[in-house]
């Protein structure tokens, strides 16, 4: 299906990129010694888990020389308030899903790629590359065709380069710069990658480049990143999809009231999310018979998220659309005045709300998701079967 070309899904995606990118900030990472939740005496299966993605998996790397250089307000309270009770790197107010997945393996939390030192074993377990408003496409290409917002110059191949980096100056893996084989320094790894794709769209606005161009573009991309990081001898991985985007308030309160799906939200942006994750899943699909010594999940965000949105209640929640942090009608929202800022306030029970700031989910609605890929049916193949193939050393 290609993806709707509607002024309502360019305007929605494009407000959308905007609130992503203004919301980054600078902060101290969250200590990667954090307690996990011990799950028992059971044996880890991995020893180290690697991140890649945007805001809705970065837990740091926003810092940036050449990056943004405002848009403070998610280091205000009252971000972090229901898990870390003070601000951090997380765009919640509290963990996120990539928190959910190393606390289910009994490991610490990530330290962003940028908090390690030379001298610091604070990534034993693994490192975040993931970065908030970053895309899939090279930021060169936005740049060349006038469509950067020029905030964030970071893409998922920018976070490929950093794991090379990583590789070849944390592991001893020489061969990581050139492409090469690094399956000893991974062999005991999960790779984990979160959404990315959602900016890319959102740059082709009032532009000539069309939405099925960024999307064969995105996805080419993607699929480089992907084939990149198998080469290098990743054996296990899981790849999120899109989410359901036009279920956010920022996109509900932009969006036409003629535009809604079966379940309320903007009909437009989720068709285009959709038509994004089919392509997604096809390129995966290809890379499994492509290294079939390898497994590759792919964690189904949209219809997760789409589950959750059908009934609520079912998973504790009250508010479906509404945002816990900010202000305004009807959706407790308004681009002008976004979460951390001093005219909002925040709701007295957030796990009662699948959304948090407008943008990004919170804690509790991120808890959900988590146990639905590492335990629900909305990965493929399930989560277990990754697991078993790694204890069985296959």
């Known amino acids: 299906m290609s993806p709707p070309s509607s002024s309502s899904s360019s305007r929605v995606l494009a407000a959308l990129a905007v609130v992503i990118l203004t919301t980054l900030f600078f902060f101290s990472p969250a200590s990667a010694s954090a307690s996990a939740s011990a799950a028992g005496p059971q044996p880890r299966p991995f020893k180290k888990v690697y991140a890649f993605g945007d805001s809705f998996t970065d837990t740091g790397n926003t810092r940036s020389a050449s990056g943004p250089s405002g848009f403070g307000h998610v280091s205000n309270p009252p971000y972090g308030v229901t898990f870390f009770h003070r601000p951090t790197n997380r765009y919640s107010d509290g963990r996120l899903v990539i928190d959910f997945v190393t606390q289910s393996l009994s490991l610490p939390f990530l330290p962003p790629y940028r908090s390690i030192s030379s001298s610091s074993s604070d990534d034993a377990s693994g490192v975040n590359f993931a970065v908030a408003g970053s895309t899939a496409i090279n930021h060169e290409f936005f740049v060349r065709n006038n469509l950067s917002l020029d905030i964030t110059p970071q893409s998922i191949l920018t976070q490929l380069v ?5 590789l070849e100056s944390r592991e001893g893996c020489k061969a990581a710069a050139r492409g090469g084989a690094c399956g000893g320094a991974l062999e005991d790894a999960l790779v984990w990658v979160g959404e990315i794709g959602v900016n890319d769209y959102a740059y082709t606005v009032g532009s000539t480049v069309s939405g099925d161009t960024i999307r064969k573009l995105a996805i080419d991309t993607v699929a480089t990143f992907l084939e990149s990081l198998l080469r290098r001898g990743v054996k296990y991985m899981v790849v999120q999809g899109l989410p ?45 018979k492509q290294f079939p010594d390898s497994v590759i999940v792919y964690a189904d965000y949209w219809n997760a998220y789409r589950s959750v ?20 009608e009807p959706y407790h ?20 709300y699948i959304n948090w700031d407008g943008v990004h989910l919170t804690e509790a609605m991120y808890k959900v998701i988590a146990g639905m890929f590492l335990k629900g049916r909305f990965s493929h193949p399930p989560f277990s079967y990754l697991l078993g193939k790694k204890q069985r050393g296959g």
């Open 162 to 166: 950093w794991f090379n980096k990583y």
């Open 244 to 288: 359901v985007s036009g279920c956010l308030p920022l996109a509900m309160y932009l969006s036409p009231e003629n535009d809604r799906d079966d379940i309320g939200c903007v009909k437009s942006v989720n068709d285009q999310t959709r038509a994004h994750n089919a392509a997604l899943q096809a390129k995966i699909s290809d890379l499994g």
């Open 309 to 328: 949105m059908k009934t609520p209640a079912k998973y504790g929640f009250k508010e479906p659309f509404k945002a816990c942090c900010g202000a305004g």
């Open 333 to 352: 929202f308004t681009p002008f005045a976004t979460c951390g800022m001093p005219s909002t306030d925040f709701c007295p029970r957030p796990a009662e």
